[in-house]
Nanobody
Framework: QLQLVESGGDLVQPGGSLRLSCAAS????????IGWFRQAPGKEREGVSGINKSGGSKVYAPSVKGRFTVSRDNANNTVYLQMDSLKVEDTGVYYCAAGEWTIATISFEAPAFNFWGQGTQVTVSS
């Protein structure tokens, strides 16, 4: 069974950058589309970005478009989320999830993703 592990979360000042990683084991990440989600305290989980199996198609939530970049290295079973110009409102636990590239996953519908990581904390604060 595919297992996902996120890393790279940290405390960063507003305007700073972080790169999150989503590493897979127990299967080939190349067989899955990957979504990134986040959940802030007291708020619902929201979709942030998604990337298809080959990396040729990507989607972003309006709140992060132009600041976040998703990419993947299938040879190393890893997907990345580069986050630049971070804002306080980007604070939260970030999760990666694996599924098929469908209308549901492109729309960040969480039940459409079959496998989830445990999350990594991102805190943006001065």
């Amino acid at each position: 069974q595919l297992q996902l592990v996120e890393s790279g979360g940290d405390l960063v000042q507003p305007g700073g950058s972080l790169r999150l990683s989503c590493a897979a084991s127990g299967g080939a990440l190349a067989n899955y589309a990957i979504g990134w989600f986040r959940q802030a305290p007291g708020k619902e989980r929201e979709g942030v970005s998604g990337i298809n199996k080959s990396g040729g198609s990507k989607v972003y939530a309006p709140s992060v478009k132009g600041r976040f970049t998703v990419s993947r290295d299938n040879a190393n079973n890893t997907v990345y989320l580069q986050m630049d110009s971070l804002k306080v409102e980007d604070t939260g636990v970030y999760y990666c999830a694996a599924g098929e590239w469908t209308i549901a996953t492109i729309s960040f519908e969480a039940p459409a993703f079959n496998f989830w990581g445990q999350g990594t904390q991102v805190t943006v604060s001065s």
